[in-house]
């Protein structure tokens, strides 16, 4: 039973425009959320964070928002840009419990 | 500069002949952790260390152990390796907070024939 989920396996965005990526997760009880993104051939690197405690986080391009009742999160990207095209994993932990979770990962591709 | 290193990057061995994929961080991180990566599946935490001499299992420890007897090295050992076992592996190490922003090693393509 996946407690992170991304049900979009996949995504294509035209350059300059809103990526949105999505991921749901079933315990309420994780304290943060962070996405990682991943080029092929080497490992995940941190993109952007948020606490359970927030709503929004921006950093430059990249906002995520977080509904903690639908138990939802969704990173934004804008503007798109080719170099964007990677696969983004959305991973939860409860600090308390030192496990990570990641989500299977969403492969985005910025069309130029 | 600062990173995790994995060693080697790639590797086919046959079932049951034990193999160590080594792992070493240069950022004083107490926690450390390995996962697989498969298609579909995402990264699935196999184990984590909080510190030197302390491992605890992640989702997928069957056929794995782990040890930490230096705080920069968490060698993954596969002692009787099988087919099911081939995956894209990764180590991390993360900094202290509550948020355990992780830093990735560049991946092990390991094959088990």
């Known amino acids: 039973d996946q407690q992170v989920k991304q049900n979009s396996p996949s995504l294509s965005v035209q350059e300059g425009r809103i990526s949105i990526l999505n991921c749901d997760y079933t315990?309420?009880?994780?304290?943060?959320f962070l996405w990682y993104k991943k080029y092929p051939a080497e490992g995940p690197t941190f993109l952007i964070s948020?606490?359970?405690?927030?709503d929004k986080n921006e950093d430059g391009r990249f906002t995520v928002f977080l509904n903690k009742s639908a138990k939802h999160l969704s990173l934004h990207i804008v503007p798109s840009q080719p170099g964007d095209s990677a696969v983004y994993f959305c991973a939860a932990l409860k600090t308390s419990y030192d496990k990570v979770i990641f989500g299977p990962g969403t492969s985005l591709s910025v069309i130029p | 500069e600062a990173q995790v290193t994995q060693n080697p990057r790639y590797l086919i061995t046959v079932t049951g002949k034990k193999l160590t994929v080594t792992c070493s961080q240069n950022?004083?991180?107490?926690?450390m952790s390995w996962y697989r990566q498969d298609p579909g599946l995402g990264l699935r935490q196999i184990y984590y260390s909080m510190n030197v001499e302390v491992t605890d299992k992640g989702d997928v420890p069957e056929g794995y152990k782990v040890s930490r007897k230096e705080k920069r090295n968490f060698p993954l050992i596969l002692e009787s390796p099988s087919p099911n076992q081939t995956s894209l592996y990764f180590c991390a190490s993360a900094t202290p907070g509550p948020q355990r922003r992780q830093y990735f090693g560049p991946g092990t393509r390991l094959t088990v024939t």
């Open positions: 950022m004083n991180h107490e926690y």
């Open positions: 948020i606490s359970s405690i927030k």
């Open positions: 315990n309420s009880m994780f304290d943060y």
